[in-house]
Protein backbone atom coordinates (compact mmCIF):
# COMPACT_ATOMS: atom_id res chain seq x y z
CA UNK A 1 0.00 0.00 0.00
CA UNK A 2 1.44 3.34 -0.93
CA UNK A 3 1.86 5.87 1.42
CA UNK A 4 -0.76 8.24 0.03
CA UNK A 5 -3.48 5.22 0.25
CA UNK A 6 -2.49 4.66 3.69
CA UNK A 7 -3.22 8.27 4.47
CA UNK A 8 -6.38 8.53 2.77
CA UNK A 9 -7.92 5.06 4.66
CA UNK A 10 -6.39 6.24 7.95
CA UNK A 11 -8.29 9.51 7.55
CA UNK A 12 -11.69 8.03 6.00
CA UNK A 13 -11.26 5.17 9.42
CA UNK A 14 -10.65 8.27 11.47
CA UNK A 15 -13.99 10.31 10.47
CA UNK A 16 -16.19 7.22 10.53
CA UNK A 17 -14.89 6.50 14.47
CA UNK A 18 -15.24 10.19 15.45
CA UNK A 19 -18.88 10.13 14.23
CA UNK A 20 -19.72 6.90 15.66
CA UNK A 21 -17.90 8.36 18.75
CA UNK A 22 -19.94 11.60 18.80
CA UNK A 23 -23.01 9.64 18.55
CA UNK A 24 -22.03 8.03 21.47
CA UNK A 25 -21.26 10.27 23.53
CA UNK A 26 -24.45 12.67 22.78
CA UNK A 27 -26.50 9.97 23.49
CA UNK A 28 -27.91 10.14 19.75
CA UNK A 29 -27.17 6.77 18.96
CA UNK A 30 -29.97 5.64 20.36
CA UNK A 31 -32.14 7.80 18.11
CA UNK A 32 -30.26 7.12 14.92
CA UNK A 33 -30.78 3.54 15.43
CA UNK A 34 -34.58 3.86 16.18
CA UNK A 35 -35.01 6.03 13.30
CA UNK A 36 -33.03 3.11 10.47
CA UNK A 37 -35.29 1.06 12.56
CA UNK A 38 -38.53 2.83 11.93
CA UNK A 39 -37.60 2.57 7.66
CA UNK A 40 -37.27 -1.25 8.35
CA UNK A 41 -40.86 -1.16 9.90
CA UNK A 42 -42.30 1.16 7.48
CA UNK A 43 -41.65 -1.60 5.32
CA UNK A 44 -44.09 -3.84 6.88
CA UNK A 45 -41.30 -6.70 7.36
CA UNK A 46 -41.94 -6.26 11.01
CA UNK A 47 -46.16 -6.47 11.16
CA UNK A 48 -47.32 -7.81 13.52
CA UNK A 49 -48.18 -12.04 13.36
CA UNK A 50 -51.78 -12.07 14.91
CA UNK A 51 -52.43 -15.83 14.12
CA UNK A 52 -54.92 -17.17 16.93
CA UNK A 53 -52.64 -19.29 19.49
CA UNK A 54 -53.78 -22.68 20.20
CA UNK A 55 -52.18 -22.92 23.54
CA UNK A 56 -53.09 -20.09 25.43
CA UNK A 57 -51.49 -19.40 28.56
CA UNK A 58 -53.43 -18.07 31.17
CA UNK A 59 -52.56 -14.37 32.00
CA UNK A 60 -51.59 -13.36 35.80
CA UNK A 61 -53.48 -10.35 37.23
CA UNK A 62 -51.60 -10.56 40.59
CA UNK A 63 -49.18 -7.23 40.66
CA UNK A 64 -49.55 -3.44 40.07
CA UNK A 65 -47.48 -1.07 38.54
CA UNK A 66 -46.83 2.73 39.74
CA UNK A 67 -47.89 5.13 37.04
CA UNK A 68 -45.70 8.82 36.12
CA UNK A 69 -47.80 10.34 38.12
CA UNK A 70 -47.29 8.17 41.00
CA UNK A 71 -50.95 6.61 41.09
CA UNK A 72 -51.25 2.48 41.03
CA UNK A 73 -52.68 0.34 38.54
CA UNK A 74 -53.38 -3.05 40.08
CA UNK A 75 -54.39 -5.79 37.34
CA UNK A 76 -57.11 -7.25 39.84
CA UNK A 77 -59.05 -4.37 38.91
CA UNK A 78 -58.73 -4.56 35.10
CA UNK A 79 -59.75 -8.09 34.71
CA UNK A 80 -62.48 -8.42 31.77
CA UNK A 81 -60.84 -6.10 29.80
CA UNK A 82 -58.55 -6.62 27.08
CA UNK A 83 -54.95 -5.57 28.08
CA UNK A 84 -52.03 -4.12 26.05
CA UNK A 85 -48.92 -4.67 27.87
CA UNK A 86 -45.29 -3.21 26.41
CA UNK A 87 -42.34 -3.65 27.78
CA UNK A 88 -39.63 -1.02 27.08
CA UNK A 89 -36.83 1.48 28.02
CA UNK A 90 -35.28 4.60 26.52
CA UNK A 91 -32.29 3.28 25.52
CA UNK A 92 -33.75 0.24 23.78
CA UNK A 93 -33.50 1.57 19.88
CA UNK A 94 -36.34 -1.17 18.46
CA UNK A 95 -38.49 -0.16 21.73
CA UNK A 96 -37.92 3.44 20.58
CA UNK A 97 -38.87 2.26 16.89
CA UNK A 98 -41.82 1.03 17.78
CA UNK A 99 -43.43 3.95 19.99
CA UNK A 100 -45.20 5.88 17.15
CA UNK A 101 -47.02 2.96 16.24
CA UNK A 102 -48.22 2.29 19.53
CA UNK A 103 -49.20 6.08 20.56
CA UNK A 104 -50.99 5.94 17.44
CA UNK A 105 -53.16 2.74 18.03
CA UNK A 106 -53.35 4.61 21.55
CA UNK A 107 -54.69 6.98 19.89
CA UNK A 108 -57.38 5.17 18.42
CA UNK A 109 -58.56 2.91 21.31
CA UNK A 110 -58.12 5.64 24.28
CA UNK A 111 -61.83 6.14 24.56
CA UNK A 112 -62.60 2.86 24.69
CA UNK A 113 -63.27 1.51 28.19
CA UNK A 114 -63.11 -1.81 27.07
CA UNK A 115 -59.14 -1.49 26.94
CA UNK A 116 -56.24 -0.67 28.93
CA UNK A 117 -52.94 0.07 27.95
CA UNK A 118 -49.95 -0.26 30.06
CA UNK A 119 -46.32 0.78 28.85
CA UNK A 120 -44.11 -0.52 31.37
CA UNK A 121 -40.31 1.14 31.48
CA UNK A 122 -37.51 -0.34 32.61
CA UNK A 123 -35.43 2.75 32.83
CA UNK A 124 -33.52 2.81 36.13
CA UNK A 125 -34.77 6.34 36.75
CA UNK A 126 -37.94 6.94 36.32
CA UNK A 127 -37.63 10.66 35.67
CA UNK A 128 -35.36 9.55 32.07
CA UNK A 129 -38.62 7.79 30.64
CA UNK A 130 -40.84 10.66 31.79
CA UNK A 131 -38.48 13.08 30.08
CA UNK A 132 -38.31 11.29 27.07
CA UNK A 133 -42.22 10.81 26.65
CA UNK A 134 -43.03 14.50 27.12
CA UNK A 135 -40.21 15.23 24.74
CA UNK A 136 -41.93 13.33 22.25
CA UNK A 137 -45.00 14.23 22.74
CA UNK A 138 -46.58 10.63 23.84
CA UNK A 139 -49.97 10.42 25.92
CA UNK A 140 -50.02 6.62 26.35
CA UNK A 141 -49.81 5.72 30.05
CA UNK A 142 -46.65 4.43 31.55
CA UNK A 143 -45.71 2.81 34.35
CA UNK A 144 -43.21 1.06 36.27
CA UNK A 145 -42.36 -1.98 38.33
CA UNK A 146 -43.10 -1.27 42.16
CA UNK A 147 -42.14 -3.37 45.10
CA UNK A 148 -44.30 -6.59 43.42
CA UNK A 149 -42.33 -8.98 40.97
CA UNK A 150 -43.58 -8.77 37.63
CA UNK A 151 -45.33 -12.27 37.15
CA UNK A 152 -43.04 -14.89 35.60
CA UNK A 153 -45.77 -15.36 32.64
CA UNK A 154 -44.43 -11.76 31.20
CA UNK A 155 -40.91 -12.32 32.01
CA UNK A 156 -39.05 -12.00 28.42
CA UNK A 157 -35.41 -12.74 27.20
CA UNK A 158 -35.25 -9.54 25.67
CA UNK A 159 -37.25 -6.05 25.30
CA UNK A 160 -39.46 -4.38 23.74
CA UNK A 161 -41.87 -7.16 24.38
CA UNK A 162 -45.54 -7.09 23.70
CA UNK A 163 -48.52 -9.00 25.26
CA UNK A 164 -52.32 -8.95 24.77
CA UNK A 165 -54.09 -10.20 27.58
CA UNK A 166 -58.29 -10.78 25.94
CA UNK A 167 -61.12 -10.36 27.76
CA UNK A 168 -60.97 -14.22 29.33
CA UNK A 169 -57.89 -13.66 31.02
CA UNK A 170 -55.94 -15.23 28.19
CA UNK A 171 -52.79 -14.06 26.57
CA UNK A 172 -53.53 -13.83 22.94
CA UNK A 173 -50.82 -11.83 21.42
CA UNK A 174 -47.07 -12.49 22.70
CA UNK A 175 -44.19 -10.40 20.35
CA UNK A 176 -40.35 -10.13 21.26
CA UNK A 177 -39.08 -7.43 19.35
CA UNK A 178 -40.29 -4.65 17.68
CA UNK A 179 -43.77 -4.28 15.58
CA UNK A 180 -45.53 -2.09 13.62
CA UNK A 181 -49.09 -1.79 15.97
CA UNK A 182 -50.66 0.36 13.27
CA UNK A 183 -50.90 -2.47 10.58
CA UNK A 184 -54.71 -3.27 9.41
CA UNK A 185 -54.06 -6.73 10.67
CA UNK A 186 -53.37 -5.46 14.16
CA UNK A 187 -56.55 -3.42 13.87
CA UNK A 188 -58.45 -6.21 12.94
CA UNK A 189 -56.67 -8.62 15.72
CA UNK A 190 -57.53 -5.93 18.52
CA UNK A 191 -61.11 -5.38 17.26
CA UNK A 192 -62.25 -8.76 16.96
CA UNK A 193 -60.81 -9.36 20.81
CA UNK A 194 -62.97 -6.17 21.98
CA UNK A 195 -66.25 -7.35 20.17
CA UNK A 196 -65.53 -10.60 21.99
Partial sequence: MTKNKLKKELRDWGIFIAIILTLYFTGLHTEVAAFAQRVVLATGIANPDTKTIEDKEKAAFDFSLTALDGSRLDFET????????????????PCIAEMPSIQGMYEKYKDNPNIVFAMISFDQDPKKAEKFIQKKGYTMPVFFPNETQIPKVYESEGIPTTFVIDKEGYIAYKKIGMANYESKSFSSFMDDLLAK
Fill in 78 to 93: VKGKVIFINMWATWCP
